[in-house]
């Protein structure tokens, strides 16, 4: 684990727009790359995605990657190529676990609403694990109370989702102006 971290701000990250996207990425991603900047420990994407109103992500392929996706406005609604769908909305966590390969979309169903959502990649401990998908509901109350273990591979850990890495935790929080967190401690 890195002994610190750098807080990058949305107007100093990458962006990538387009007529249905601006998508804000933490580290190198697509088209942007700084060698300096691939990864922060087991997280490879922290992307802060904003899509507009009945657009989306056309089907795609992924392989061995972790995939946590959490709305914090709107709603966006997923499907598989295992049979996976549903609708990903505030206070719930969706995990897919791409294994040895997935197809999926995710759109923007609403005609008039954008959607705002951040989505996290962790490799997994295995290649080639069967792809698989969970979500749970984290409440509104719990995340007001600090840091909460939203997705988690460490024994031991308790967490709303799980994920396919026994080093990797992700955590969240609904902070307010003037709010302060504490980082969790290692197990």
Do not use: C
């Amino acid at each position: 684990m890195p002994a610190n971290a750098e807080i990058r701000r949305a107007a100093g990250r990458a962006v990538t727009t387009t007529p249905w996207l601006t998508s804000r990425h933490s580290f190198s991603f697509g088209d942007h790359y700084d060698p300096d900047n691939t990864h922060y420990g087991l997280l490879l994407v922290n992307n802060d995605d904003i899509v507009a109103p009945g657009t989306g992500f056309d089907t795609h392929p992924h392989r061995d990657m972790e995939i946590v996706t959490w709305v914090l406005q709107g709603e966006l609604a997923h499907q598989d190529s295992t049979g996976n769908r549903g609708v990903v909305y505030p206070g719930l966590a969706q995990r897919m676990s791409a294994g040895s390969g997935i197809l999926h979309s995710e759109k923007n169903d609403s005609l008039t609403e954008p959607v705002h959502f951040v989505q996290m990649w962790v490799i997994p401990d295995e290649t080639a694990i069967t792809p698989g998908y969970q979500q749970h509901e984290i409440s509104a109350e719990l995340l007001s109370t600090g840091l909460v273990t939203i997705a988690s591979g460490i024994p031991g850990h308790d967490a709303a989702i799980s994920l396919h890495n026994r080093n990797a935790a992700l955590h969240g929080t609904r902070l307010r102006a003037g709010d302060a967190v504490s980082l969790p401690q290692a197990p």
